[in-house]
């Protein structure tokens, strides 16, 4: 049973450049959350995708957009990068109206912007 | 607002000895709290959760966390460290205003350094 994978692993972007990061929820789950992780804090919530709809969103700028497809995939862009994007990009799978609340995580994407 | 405080950036303990990692909360009614753990360059991995029912809740690893209703904490412990136990602890909470949907609420983390 695959669990939550997550693509590329690392990239180097430039400040204004735009930046698209995948993620594959663990088979089963249907519902597909971003955490933005930056060097030396806890993750941070950015939007939560559940049927193929924005559920909730943290406190990110619209340059943060994100996409979930019918086969529950996701995707985070990025737009008109910045230095200050630099993290590591955390997705997480978990079941719609499950009352555990339990998350489970990827290996991250690591942003640098250069 | 709802937070979770991790008080202690590192915490160092010899192996074999007994470890604890801190954690408090602040939330209206009742959490529901968690712990991950992090290793270098890897993703969080769930460890243990308190939902209801007893305090004493067991998890991976032989780790095991206490919840405190009074003192608002979630504090981690192990009887016996080990030297794979190093890595980076995060302490966790659900957001009770994201309705039905799983949001979760991260401390800062701890650096857990377990020394031979």
């Known amino acids: 049973d695959a669990g939550v994978t997550q693509s590329p692993t690392h990239l180097i972007k430039t400040r204004g450049q735009q930046v698209t990061l995948r993620c594959s929820p663990k088979?089963?789950?249907?519902?597909v959350s971003w955490y933005q992780q930056a060097l030396g804090q806890g993750p941070q919530f950015i939007f939560q995708y559940y049927e193929e709809e924005e559920r909730q969103r943290g406190n990110f700028p619209d340059r943060f957009s994100g996409h979930q497809f019918p086969n529950y995939s996701s995707e985070l862009n990025v737009n008109a990068l910045l230095l200050g994007d630099s993290a590591l990009y955390l997705c997480?799978?978990?079941?719609?109206?499950?009352?555990?609340?339990?998350?489970?995580f990827g290996e991250g994407s690591r942003l640098t912007v250069l | 607002a709802q937070s979770v405080a991790q008080p202690e950036d590192q915490v160092n303990v010899a192996e074999g000895n007994p470890l604890t990692v801190k954690c408090t909360y602040s939330?209206?009614?009742?959490?529901?709290l968690f712990w991950y753990v992090q290793y270098p360059n890897r993703g969080l991995q769930f460890l243990l959760k308190?939902?209801?029912?007893?305090?004493l809740v067991k998890g991976s690893y032989g780790f095991e966390a206490e919840f405190n209703k009074s003192q608002t904490s979630f504090h981690l412990k192990k009887p016996s460290a080990l030297v794979s136990d190093s890595a980076l602890y995060f302490c966790a909470v659900r957001d009770r205003l994201s309705g039905g949907y799983n949001k979760l609420i991260f401390g800062a983390g701890t650096r857990l350094a377990v020394h031979p």
């Open positions: 088979s089963g789950h249907d519902t």
């Open positions: 939330v209206s009614g009742n959490p529901y």
């Open positions: 997480a799978s978990s079941v719609q109206g499950s009352n555990t609340g339990e998350l489970f």
């Open positions: 308190y939902i209801t029912g007893d305090n």
